[in-house]
T-cell receptor, first 113, second 111 residues
């Protein structure tokens, strides 16, 4: 079945450092790819998405590019802030067919001032 | 932005009791989902619901669980005879197609 693998955390960075969280997937179809973020004590919020190869999703300074050739969707940010501390989940879904999400295990990011 | 609403935000129940977790999806959405997240672990799919019936369910979703859309607006998850290991955050989601919106979750604590 479909699956998502992402780098294990926790990741601890200083403010203004560069962030990369790796995500790779296996899928039988042609899914959409997502990054969700979970701030402490809160639910899942969509951070960004990409629906086809070479699409770049971006939001709040975060970016991720759908790479079909490497089946990857790495999350990047050039300069993290303390407020970015959260758990980040990579996920895939073929929502155009109502398929459920498959989530990665999550990566906890802590940003220190 | 439209929201999926879940109630209650936190539920404490005794082992063996039944609980009902409630969700109000976004109107005109077609697909509805329940996921759970055991503390510190990954988000797991439980069940999807389309056209008033279950379209897919995971192996976690056994006879202890059931879902209903009783009145055309609410979407409920019932857990019969709760166990300690049912303690988790339960997320509801709804989707028109192309994007899913998640609720804030219900934290279920079984004691």
């Amino acid at each position: 079945g479909d699956s998502v693998t992402q780098m294990e955390g926790p990741v601890t960075l200083s403010e203004e450092a560069c962030l990369t969280i790796n995500c790779t997937y296996t899928a039988t179809g042609y899914p959409s790819l997502f990054w969700y973020v979970q701030y402490p004590g809160e639910g899942l919020q969509l951070l960004l998405k990409a629906t086809k190869a070479d699409d770049k999703g971006s939001n709040k300074g975060f970016e991720a590019t759908y790479r079909k050739e490497t089946t990857s969707f790495h999350l990047e940010k050039g300069s993290v802030q303390v407020s970015d501390s959260a758990v980040y989940f990579c996920a895939l879904s073929d929502l155009d067919y109502g398929q459920n999400f498959v989530f990665g295990p999550g990566t906890r990011l802590s940003v220190l001032p | 932005e439209p929201e999926v609403t879940q109630t209650p935000s936190h539920q404490v129940t005794q082992m063996g009791q039944e609980v009902i977790l409630r969700c109000v999806p976004i109107s005109n959405h077609l697909y509805f989902y329940w996921y759970r997240q055991i503390l510190g672990q990954k988000v797991e799919f439980l069940v999807s619901f389309y056209n008033n019936e279950i379209s897919e369910k995971s192996e976690i979703f056994d006879d202890q669980f059931s879902v209903e859309r009783p009145d055309g607006s609410n979407f409920t998850l019932k857990i019969r005879s709760t166990k300690l290991e049912d303690s988790a955050m339960y997320f509801c989601a709804s989707s028109p197609l192309g994007r899913a919106f998640f609720g804030q979750g219900t934290r279920l604590t079984v004691v």
